[in-house]
Structure formats: structure tokens, C-alpha cells
């Protein structure tokens, strides 16, 4: 079974920053795509980033220009690197990994931004 474990969230100021990190418990090159979805109260979940294992990445228009998604080798993670954060960014975060027609999620981190 994969593990897929997310942290760096948290409370935050709008316009303020916060990188988030899933790791996992298999390389992350095994992985088909990799990616981060998020969800807000009263809201549907919604794909935010993805990267493929060839390093193509897509973001959510919403997200583009403030959010990078990125590999690191050495901790064998996903990371989300935030800026420019605004209130309506404020959800639950969940990495996500796809391998064989097989999704895989974490546990999910929470992010808030408010002043």
C-alpha cells in the first residue's frame, strides 16, 4: 500500500507564503503523475498542481503565477510552494499519486489564510 504523507500547513496572512511537502513511501519517480488537489468548506475538491514523471506540470488558472509545484530527489517529496496567498485559498490540501490506472491520497493538511 502507498503512503502518502503531507505537511506544512497552516495559518497564514493574506499576501504571506507557505511551502507544503508529501512524501512518499515509494520513489516519486515510480509514479505516473503527482499532483495536489484541495478542498474548502462547501466546496467540491479541485486539482491545484500536477507533474508528471517527465516533469511536465499544469496549474489550476486560479493558482497560476503564485503556486510551484516541484520535486525534491533527496527527500523524495512533492512540494507546493505558495505565494501571494488570499483567503479564498484557504482548504484542505491533499497530495495525490497515480501509478497503473491507481490513485493514491494523503491524509490531507489544512491551510488557512486570514488576517
Known amino acids: 500500500q502507498v503512503q502518502l504523507v503531507e505537511s506544512g500547513g497552516g495559518l497564514v496572512q493574506p499576501g504571506g507564503s507557505l511551502r507544503l511537502s508529501c512524501v512518499a513511501s515509494g520513489n516519486i519517480f515510480s509514479f505516473n503523475m503527482m499532483g495536489w488537489y484541495r478542498q474548502a468548506p462547501g466546496k467540491e475538491r479541485e486539482l491545484v498542481a500536477v507533474i508528471t514523471s517527465g516533469g511536465s506540470t499544469n496549474y489550476a488558472d486560479s493558482v497560476k503565477g503564485r503556486f510551484t509545484i516541484s520535486r525534491d530527489i533527496a527527500k523524495n517529496t512533492i512540494d507546493l510552494q505558495m505565494t501571494s496567498l488570499k483567503p479564498e485559498d484557504t482548504a484542505v490540501y491533499y497530495c495525490?499519486?497515480?501509478?497503473?490506472?491507481?490513485?493514491?491520497w494523503g491524509q490531507g493538511t489544512q491551510v488557512t489564510v486570514s488576517s
Open positions: 495525490n499519486a497515480r501509478r497503473n490506472a491507481r490513485a493514491y
